[in-house]
């Protein structure tokens, strides 16, 4: 979720042409310490933990509560971030898919893959405005119909492919894509982040470009109360639990790539933070009605109990939103 008032603005090569402007009073570059963060000194966990059949029943039964509540005409499935001259939502929603294609200087002739694409909206954004073909994949049997729908609905059935896989382990040929960018997917994997961007690296042409928008846990070691308040949000996105960016950019630098750019946009999201929590407020005991009348699950509630505390969390520091630009090598 965004801020629309950053405070100051700086731009970041990732290469001489890529470049990046960010709006943040935090700049993180991966090669140095952020102030809440000790020295990265323990290797990361090797466990295979991804619950990918609890990450799937949470989109698959919360997609029309998303279509309702959130995204509208937009199809997107995560924060908002706003940038000057941002008026509206919808429009903040539409920045995330600014956002991929500026850090990673797609063209049409790039072939993209969106790991995590939800119901297709960013793909189909990315699409329609640079004419490169969009490849997506998600974990949800509803999110890859709906994908597909509108993208015949749209006339981008041609320009774009939508199927149901496990990002850990695709059906593509190795090298098969220069752009793979991931926005509030990515965060599912955690303990097995090793395994996702050794696909990741693998499906990557030689020099391919990842981006990553996604959040970030704020601190490294959190205290019990800190542990308790994150829990809840975890429970609610399905999530096992977050890396911080820098031990993120430690997974991309063992896996191999380089140029590595880190980005914390936290300020640009607290608007749409500030919105989620405002929207369960309103809708809690509504939906803690029909949720003991059996009408809903407790996913709902879990997801509101979540959207409410998250905006602590961010405004905190507990939470993190950020950017991540990496790079395959060449041969």
């Not at 990046?20 to 935090?26: D, F, I, L, Q, T």
């Not at 809440?36 to 949470?58: A, D, I, M, W």
């Not at 149901?164 to 098969?176: G, I, L, P």
């Not at 949000?233 to 750019?261: C, I, N, P, W």
Request: contains cysteine.
């Amino acid at each position: 979720m965004e801020n629309s008032s950053a405070s100051h603005t700086s731009k970041v090569s990732v290469k001489k042409s890529v470049s990046c402007k960010v709006s943040s009073p935090k700049t993180v570059p991966c090669s140095g310490r952020h102030p809440r963060h000790p020295p990265l000194t323990r290797p990361l966990k090797r466990s295979f933990r991804c619950n990918t059949e609890e990450v799937q029943e949470y989109y698959d039964y919360t997609l029309p509560f998303y279509k309702i509540f959130w995204h509208g005409q937009t199809q997107a499935i995560h924060y908002g971030i706003y940038e000057r001259p941002t008026d509206t939502f919808q429009e903040a929603l539409v920045n995330s898919n600014r956002l991929v294609i500026k850090t990673a200087q797609i063209s049409r002739d790039d072939s993209v893959l969106d790991v995590g694409c939800g119901v297709g909206g960013t793909a189909l954004w990315i699409a329609q405005n640079t004419g490169a073909h969009v490849t997506g994949i998600t974990i949800s049997n509803r999110q890859s119909a709906k994908a597909q729908e509108s993208a015949r609905k749209k006339g981008l059935a041609d320009r774009t492919s939508f199927s149901r896989q496990n990002y850990f382990s695709t059906n593509f040929s190795d090298e098969s894509f220069d752009v793979i960018y991931g926005i509030e997917s990515i965060c599912h994997a955690h303990s097995a982040i090793e395994a996702l961007l050794r696909e990741i690296h693998r499906l990557l042409k030689p020099g391919g470009r990842l981006v990553v928008i996604d959040g970030f846990q704020g601190i490294e070691h959190p205290d019990e109360a800190q542990t308790k308040k994150l829990a809840i949000a975890y429970d609610g996105f399905a999530l096992e639990k977050l890396l911080t960016m820098l031990r993120f950019d430690e997974a991309l630098q063992q896996m191999g790539f380089h140029s590595v750019v880190c980005e914390d946009i936290s300020s640009k999201i607290l608007t749409t933070s500030r919105y989620m929590h405002f929207l369960c407020q309103t809708i809690r005991w509504p939906f803690r009605l029909f949720e003991l009348l059996g009408i809903v699950s407790d996913k709902v509630g879990k997801h509101i109990r979540t959207g409410l505390i998250q905006k602590e969390l961010f405004e905190n520091g507990e939470l993190d939103y950020g950017v991540i630009y990496a790079k395959k090598p060449s041969d």
